[in-house]
């Protein structure tokens, strides 16, 4: 599944130059983005960046100030919420206190003034979606924080909507609850073959859901691309440090030959794809379970390897990580998988050890 792969596949959702002004604050800034159908795609960022705001105008509560979103080749400017297909699940999820769960299933239903046996069928059929069968007669405070935010889910599926916007869906349930509930809200959003637009500001969140992320930043997309491709291949230190832990290995652009090579305070030198100014700062992006630990010089073709003290030593039970204090002062990371480690003594506090990483695995950020 990767429509957004293929030239002639049609966006089903597109920002065109988008931007939302409040006052004189941009909180969305010419921002373009394409959805596809079926897609789980997730809108991530820290608070303030722009993203519920986003998925507030995809719903039609507020307005662009300019540009444009389409949906199925069609602009929603002037098209209100209620007639737009799509719905959105808040946070707080909003269930009505003193109505049943049935009753706030089949609150929108009855508002749209559907006959009253297709009601009863559909709301049927969302609590067995959402395994809730049982408790249609309960009210939302003789409920747990997970089954509360299935009723939510339930009541923003009655109207089978074609997209389905969800703002921190998972926000008020504890870890254990919220990782079982990403795997229900996959299982669904496939089963009913819709397209979910979360957002959300955990990223591990947002690379467990979804098939791609737009990484955003002060009203702006910096890097739109599936979970794997944002943290193998992040397009700037921000995506790179945003994502996961990595180390920030720095240098500065050196001429030779009239070529561009990277050097680093480590004595690590990299020939750099593209031409850039003599001086320029430059960054080599390692993440830690790409640096090896070793007591033994490493060997193999372009292999970079640097001198290194034991700094720390931190046991997480299926991985340890290594803070490798490097001749330059820095400190890095290098965390190994326990299962995978050799029978080898452990590194002890203050060894003096290599750390070493394949070409490949270092990714040359700009700026
Ligand atoms: P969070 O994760 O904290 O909810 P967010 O990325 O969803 O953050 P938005 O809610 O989209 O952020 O807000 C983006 C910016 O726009 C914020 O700085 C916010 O204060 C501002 N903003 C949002 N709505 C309004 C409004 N109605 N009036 C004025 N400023 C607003």
Redesign the pocket.
């Known amino acids: 599944f990767a429509p957004w792969a293929d030239p002639n596949a049609k966006p089903f959702i597109s920002f065109r130059n988008v931007t939302?002004r409040?006052?004189d604050?941009t909180?969305?800034d010419n921002l373009s983005l394409d959805i596809y159908t079926r897609e789980f795609f997730a809108?991530l960022?820290?608070?303030?960046?722009?993203?519920?705001?986003?998925?507030?105008m995809l719903a039609g509560f507020?307005q662009p100030t300019s540009g444009e979103i389409m949906l199925d080749g069609q602009s929603l400017s002037g098209i209100p919420p209620y007639r737009r297909p799509v719905n959105m699940m808040f946070q707080s999820y909003a269930l009505f206190p003193h109505m049943s769960v049935e009753k706030n299933i089949a609150f929108g239903l009855k508002q749209d003034g559907m006959p009253k046996t297709e009601i009863a069928e559909r709301v049927a059929q969302m609590l067995k979606l959402v395994k809730l069968e049982a408790f249609a007669a309960r009210k939302p405070h003789q409920l747990s924080g997970g089954q509360r935010q299935r009723v939510a889910l339930a009541r923003s599926l009655a109207k089978r909507p074609k997209v389905l916007l969800l703002?921190?869906p998972l926000g008020a349930l504890d870890k254990k609850l919220r990782e079982e509930t990403q795997f229900e809200l996959m299982d669904l959003q496939y089963e009913l073959g819709l397209t979910f637009v979360v957002?959300t500001?955990d990223q591990e969140e947002a690379m467990t859901m979804s098939d791609r992320i737009a990484v955003?930043s002060h009203?702006r997309v910096i890097q739109v691309a599936t979970p794997a491709e944002i943290y193998e291949a992040p397009n700037s230190r921000f995506v790179a440090e945003f994502i996961g832990d990595v180390n920030m290995i720095e240098g500065k652009v050196a001429l030779e030959d009239g070529r561009s090579i990277l050097r680093t305070a480590e004595g690590i030198s990299v020939a750099l794809p593209e031409t850039l100014a003599e001086g320029q700062s430059v960054a080599l992006a390692v993440r830690p379970e790409k640096l090896k630990v070793s007591r033994q010089q490493p060997e193999g073709a372009g292999v970079h390897a640097m001198r290194g003290e034991i700094w720390d030593i931190a046991y997480f039970g299926d991985m340890t990580v290594f803070h490798v204090k490097l001749p330059s002062g820095k400190i890095v990371k290098a965390s190994s998988l326990n299962a995978t480690r050799g029978v080898e003594d452990p590194f002890g506090y203050d060894e003096q050890i290599w750390v070493s990483f394949e070409p490949q695995a270092g990714i040359v950020l700009k700026g």
């Open positions: 939302k409040f006052g604050f909180a969305v809108l960022g820290g608070s303030g960046c722009g993203k519920s705001t986003l998925l507030r507020e703002d921190e957002v500001h955003m009203g």
